[in-house]
């Protein structure tokens, strides 16, 4: 079992940067298919981005594509969301996720979650 905890959301202007952070603790980090998702109230949960266990393949939702970069630190046991020219409609409480199969942008496919952290972008 893993344990998740993220950090580094906020709230920001339109067009600025966040890089929210992921600590994972339990079983070995690179075990796990790492990804992130986000939730804007009354609405599914949405995948934004996924990389795998050794950083050999990354997959994006549409609408984050050439803002947003996932990564992961296998030795900090952390994984990572650079976002960049954020848009109001980037608002939600983002959760990261681990799954020890192959990677899905289907949000029941992973396994083991986080809090979630706030988000919030100012027009």
């Known amino acids: 079992q893993v344990q998740l905890v993220e950090s580094g959301g906020g709230l920001v202007q339109a067009g600025g940067s966040l890089r929210l952070s992921c600590a994972a603790s339990?079983?070995?980090?690179?075990?796990?298919?790492m990804g992130w998702f986000r939730q804007a109230p009354g609405k599914e949960r949405d995948f934004v981005a996924a990389?795998?266990?050794?950083?050999?393949?990354?997959d994006y939702g549409d609408s984050v594509k050439g803002r947003f970069t996932i990564s992961r630190d296998n030795a900090k046991s952390t994984v990572y969301l650079q976002m960049n020219s954020l848009k109001p409609e980037d608002t939600a409480v983002y959760y990261c996720?681990?799954?020890?199969?192959?990677?899905?942008?289907?949000?029941?496919?992973?396994?083991?979650w986080g809090q979630g952290t706030q988000v919030t972008v100012s027009s």
């Open positions: 990389i795998s266990r050794n950083s050999a393949r990354t």
């Open positions: 339990g079983r070995t980090f690179a075990y796990y298919d």
């Open positions: 996720a681990a799954t020890p199969q192959l990677y899905s942008s289907n949000y029941q496919w992973w396994n083991y």
